[in-house]
């Protein structure tokens, strides 16, 4: 693989210095104005450097010779040509997001080349540095989809290895841990790191013959005259905080597809603008998405704890009931468990916590037992998809298609998206390959999809979320219902409530919720957690966190919905700070983002937009 990336110093990153700010916390019914919150210290030494850039397009020329032409075909069918001082490479498929959509789609375009006996350059970008660096998923996985793409997996050596052995389903209340019948079927199932499967399939396409390039941030679509996607812009490098170009500044890269497959998974900001621009909701009448937060650690635990394949699913403790969520412990590999909570993103409380509901939980005694004389490995949060059915757009758009959880294919009731994600890769593949070679319409995806599995599953599951907007016992009694007893037959189709973003109350209207100080063996604060994910950014760039009106966090937030966003990250991203005056500022440490979305979704106001940073930027994850 033509390798992107070039350690640019020998000096690591630190995270955000903690000192010389005083904290501000929105108040509380007991406490005083601008009372400043407990120093934290700043976070240990990084383990490794990650203070990476990409090569300039000057690789591209050393790759493939040029000519004075426009386009002009070199290795694999790809093109390079310079115009209005933007280097231009031009492939026949263009992928954003090399994760396991777009690394599927990769091979499957590569397979229809292989089998029609015909030229095809297939580009795949990614923003992480590595393939699968910026991966995360619980992840218990189906392996439908790969047994069509890769019959013979199963005979290689892959990171696939611990069947699930068992499934066990818990109503936890503070102290008790509730055994009830399982709704689950894993059998034929397997307990995997996510991160390290992506890196695998990533191997399988390089030997297939696509390209794919870490390290390059997508920050623009590009589009022709008549409104067509014709690929995207990578982000300039090398830009200090005040807009000046640095001495390491690259301009940025203009990389075109005949087709272009966006698969930035959840939320991804050039697929959330394509749906906008092309109105690709209103075309099927979806409606909107919904969201949930996943906060996950890996841990090594003791050997006589260890149950390798055993998966267990909880709801309840620690989240109230009107708040819908579950955690799951997954027994890995090499004494290692995958322990995680999932919030839904429509939580009416803005005073909740999600890190922090993370935290609490390894403290029930079920969890804690576990736990107790391990050590964790790696932390991270990314946030989901579970509008499911109702929520899917229109995929298709002049030049291209979504596919992958940009789209949103995740089976909440499965709690799973992965097998489903690649399957829609596949298609979209298919029916690229068919407008290139073939004639047909790219609007073939979606008839592919309506008549594949993957709708047929979603369809059966659609009601299962928005039971849950009555409660967790009416959500518990219809999902029952419809798994058991109607197998999602019934005529009619749920509705979703209001967008998340919506649904936050205002402080006034709720409780404060105080939680407990982190005890440094289960439970820790936010920056051993960062430093355990492994994020790193260039300190030295501009927020890829915009706000829209830079007044709103001061004069609506704080006051309003008591600084939500002091809380829904969960990577102390946005924190009040005493201006001069000794007013509250939001202070945006950009620096520490792991990329899950939660502000551009949970936003009241939707205020925040989550755009790219520099490539190679974000976390680093290799276990979750």
């Known amino acids: 693989m033509h390798r992107f990336l070039v350690k640019l110093s020998s000096s690591s990153n630190q995270f955000r210095s903690f000192k010389n700010h005083r904290l501000l916390l929105p108040l509380l019914p007991s406490s005083k104005p601008f009372t400043s919150s407990p120093s934290v210290s700043s976070s240990p030494p990084r383990h490794s450097n990650r203070s990476w850039y990409p090569y300039s397009v000057e690789l591209f020329r050393k790759i493939s010779p040029l000519s004075s032409n426009s386009r002009t075909l070199g290795v694999n069918g790809r093109g390079i040509s310079s115009e209005a001082g933007r280097e231009s490479i031009e492939y026949d498929v263009l992928i954003v997001g090399a994760g396991p959509a777009g690394l599927s789609a990769a091979m499957r375009l590569k397979q229809l080349s292989q089998e029609k006996n015909v030229d095809l350059s297939v580009c795949v970008v990614e923003k992480g540095a590595e393939v699968g660096g910026h991966i995360i998923s619980g992840n218990v996985f189906e392996p439908v989809a790969l047994d069509e793409l890769l019959p013979h997996w199963r005979q290689e050596h892959t990171p696939i290895k611990i069947p699930a052995s068992s499934d066990k389903f818990w109503f936890l209340t503070k102290d008790r841990a509730i055994s009830l019948p399982s709704p689950f079927d894993n059998k034929g199932n397997y307990v995997i790191s996510l991160s390290q499967l992506v890196r695998w399939l990533g191997g399988k396409a390089e030997e297939l013959g696509t390209e794919i390039y870490p390290g390059f941030s997508a920050s623009e679509v590009l589009y022709d005259a008549s409104d067509k996607v014709v690929g995207i812009a990578t982000k300039d490098m090398g830009i200090s905080k005040d807009g000046s170009k640095k001495e390491n500044f690259q301009p940025g890269v203009d990389i075109k597809g005949r087709v272009t497959l966006f698969a930035e998974g959840c939320r991804g900001s050039l697929s959330e603008r394509i749906i906008k621009k092309y109105k690709l909701r209103e075309e099927v009448n979806a409606q909107h998405q919904t969201y949930a937060l996943g906060i996950k650690e890996v841990w090594e635990i003791d050997e006589s704890k260890h149950n390798p394949g055993e998966v267990v699913h909880t709801l309840g403790w620690p989240l109230d009931r009107k708040t819908y969520g579950g955690s799951f412990l997954y027994h890995m590999n090499d004494r290692q468990v995958a322990l995680g909570l999932v919030v839904a993103l429509n939580y009416h409380n803005p005073f909740l916590n999600p890190y922090e509901e993370f935290q609490k939980l390894k403290h029930h005694p079920a969890i804690k037992r576990i736990l107790e004389g391990g050590t964790v490995l790696q932390y991270g949060a990314r946030t989901l998809n579970e509008g499911g059915f109702q929520s899917i757009p229109y995929p298709v758009f002049p030049g291209g298609a979504i596919i992958g959880c940009s789209a949103g294919f995740l089976n909440v009731p499965k709690i799973k998206g992965t097998h489903t994600a690649m399957k829609s ?107 355990r994910s492994n994020t790193n950014h260039d300190h030295d760039q501009p927020s890829h966190l915009r706000l829209r009106d830079p007044k709103i966090p001061e004069k609506v937030n704080f006051p309003e919905y008591a600084a939500p966003e002091s809380r829904y990250c969960p990577a102390r991203v946005y924190e009040y700070v005493e201006d001069e005056e000794g007013k509250p500022k939001l202070q945006i440490n950009a620096q520490n983002c792991l990329h899950c979305k939660a502000c551009d979704i949970k936003d009241p106001k939707q205020n925040i937009e989550w755009t790219v940073p520099e490539g190679g930027g974000g976390p680093a994850y290799s276990l979750v």
Request: overall charge neutral; proline content about 7%.
């Open 425 to 531: 890769g596949m298609l979209a593949a298919e029916a690229a390959f068919g407008v290139l070679h073939e004639g047909i319409n790219m609007n073939t995806y979606w008839d592919n999809l309506k008549d594949s599995w993957v709708w047929k599953e979603l369809y059966a599951a659609r009601n299962y979320r928005p039971a849950f907007e009555y409660g967790l016992l009416p959500g518990l009694a219809v999902s029952a219902m419809e798994h058991y007893i109607l197998k999602g037959k019934v005529p009619f189709t749920l509705k979703h409530g209001k967008a998340d973003h919506e649904a936050t109350n205002l402080a006034r209207k709720c409780t404060p919720i105080e939680y407990p100080k982190p005890d440094g063996v289960l439970s820790f604060d936010v920056p051993t957690s960062l430093y």
